[in-house]
C-alpha cells in the first residue's frame, strides 16, 4: 500500500457540488467528503485522459 502524504488544502466549491460531495460519502460509507474528492481524483488521474475533462470541448461547468 503506497504511503500516505495527506496535506490540507482549502478549495472553493459551489454549495451543490460540497452537497454532492457529502451525499457520495455518506452512499458510500465513505469516512468523511474529503475521501468521496480523494476516490474521484485518483479515478481521474489513473483511468482518464486528461483532454476527456479539461479540453474546451468537453468541460462541463455548470457554474460558468
Given amino acids: 500500500m503506497p504511503q500516505k502524504d495527506k496535506v490540507t488544502i482549502q478549495f472553493e466549491l459551489e454549495r451543490d457540488q460540497a452537497e454532492w460531495l457529502e451525499k457520495a460519502a455518506a452512499d458510500f460509507k ?5 475521501k468521496a474528492l480523494r476516490v474521484l ?24
Fill in 30 to 34: 465513505l469516512e468523511s467528503d474529503s
Fill in 41 to 64: 481524483l485518483d479515478f481521474a488521474i489513473k483511468d482518464v485522459d486528461e483532454d476527456l475533462i479539461f479540453s474546451r470541448e468537453n468541460m462541463r461547468c455548470r457554474h460558468c
